[in-house]
């Protein structure tokens, strides 16, 4: 398998397990005091959260193949920046974030400092 698919993988596995993290958090009542193991239990052990952790460790399996083949000095910032602005699209899609002029000029110096690094 590409080096590059491999780290397409795990970006994508990664952006999926934040966006699951994110979405466990909004949708699960915090453990109260008192409540013990079974608090912590109906906060952490729902679909969404175990998904999310099941796709961080599937994303480090792909990570680190693609570690393998590829200097850590173009993977690291591909999968940062390119994992950024697939958060930022469906963070402002499924969980209705603001999208500011800052964040747009972000974005675009992130992609342009990536273009500077794979080049």
Do not use: D, H
């Not at 958090?25 to 998904?51: D, E, H, M, N, S």
């Not at 950024?84 to 000029?105: D, G, H, K, M, N």
Request: charged fraction near 10%; charge should be positive.
């Amino acid at each position: 398998m590409s080096a590059y698919l491999l780290l397409g993988i795990a970006l994508v596995l990664n952006a999926a397990a934040n966006l699951l993290m994110k979405y466990a958090a909004l949708r699960t009542a915090p453990a109260l005091p008192g409540q013990g193991l079974v608090g912590l239990a109906r906060v952490y052990l729902t679909v969404p959260f175990i998904a999310g952790l099941i796709c961080f460790g599937l994303n480090l399996l792909a990570y680190t193949q693609a570690l393998r083949r590829l200097p850590i000095s173009v993977a690291y910032p591909t999968m940062v920046s390119l994992g950024y602005l697939i958060i930022l699209a469906v963070s402002w899609f499924i969980f209705q974030e603001r999208l500011t002029l800052p964040r747009y000029v972000g974005a675009g110096l992130m992609l342009a400092g990536l273009w500077l690094l794979v080049r």
